[in-house]
C-alpha cells in the first residue's frame, strides 16, 4: 500500500513539474536556447566597444566575408593590420598581435555564438536580405567584451523567419503575411539543416 501512494506521489510530482514548465515556457518566462550571456575570455582582449561603438568601423570590413559566405569569417591579423601597422603600436597587445602577424601565426581566438552541430546558419542569406547584425548578436558596439546576446534557439529563429520578431513591421503588416502563408524567410527544414 505504501508503495503505490508514494508511486502517486511522484507520479503527480512529474505531472505537475511537467505542467508548471510547460506553463512558464508557452508564457515565454523561460527559454530553451544556447549559452545566452556566454562571454569567454580570448586570447587578445580585443574590444568591440571601442572599435565597432567609439570608432564606428563597420562590421563588414573586419569581418570581410560575412556577405558572400556561410559564415562570417573571423578577422584575420591582415585586416588588424591595416590600422595597427601605425594605430596605437606602444599598446601590449597591439604589439603582441604585430609580433604574431610577423612570425605569420593565426590567434586562436574562442567561438562565442554556439550553435548545435546539425544547425547551418548562412550569414551571407541574412545580410543580403538587409537583416542588421544587433537582430542576432545584440547592442555589440556596447560590448567591451563579445557575448552571446540571443538565445539562438530554433523557436526564435522561426518567429524571426516567420516576422514575429521584426520591431521594424507593423503587426497588422506582419498578420496580413502570416494569413497570406508569405513569411519573412522560409521556415522549410531543410533551410537550416543540411
Known amino acids: 500500500m505504501a508503495k503505490k501512494i508514494l508511486g502517486a506521489i511522484v507520479g503527480l510530482g512529474l505531472v505537475l513539474g511537467l505542467c508548471a514548465f510547460v506553463h ?13 550571456g556566454y562571454k569567454p575570455d580570448q586570447p587578445v582582449p580585443f574590444s568591440h566597444k571601442l572599435h565597432a561603438g567609439q570608432y564606428g568601423i563597420d562590421c563588414k570590413y573586419c569581418h570581410t566575408n560575412v556577405a558572400v559566405s556561410k559564415h ?30 610577423e612570425k605569420n601565426e593565426p590567434i586562436a581566438w574562442k567561438k562565442v555564438h554556439l550553435l ?35 538565445d539562438l534557439s530554433m523557436g526564435w529563429c522561426v518567429n524571426c523567419h516567420r516576422g514575429n520578431s521584426d520591431e521594424s513591421l507593423s503587426k497588422e503588416y506582419i498578420q496580413e503575411l502570416n494569413e497570406k502563408g508569405h513569411y519573412q524567410a522560409p521556415i522549410n527544414c531543410s533551410t537550416c539543416h543540411y
Open 116 to 150: 548545435p552541430d546539425h544547425v547551418k546558419f548562412n550569414h551571407s542569406a541574412h545580410i543580403i536580405a538587409g537583416k542588421d547584425c544587433k537582430t542576432c548578436h545584440g547592442p555589440i558596439e556596447e560590448m567591451e567584451k563579445v557575448y552571446q546576446y540571443k
Open 24 to 36: 512558464q515556457l508557452t508564457n515565454n518566462k523561460l527559454s530553451i536556447g544556447y549559452n545566452v
Open 72 to 101: 562570417s569569417s573571423v578577422p584575420s591579423l591582415n585586416i588588424c593590420m591595416n590600422c595597427h601597422l601605425s594605430v596605437a603600436t606602444d599598446k601590449k597587445w597591439i604589439q603582441h598581435i604585430t609580433e604574431k602577424y
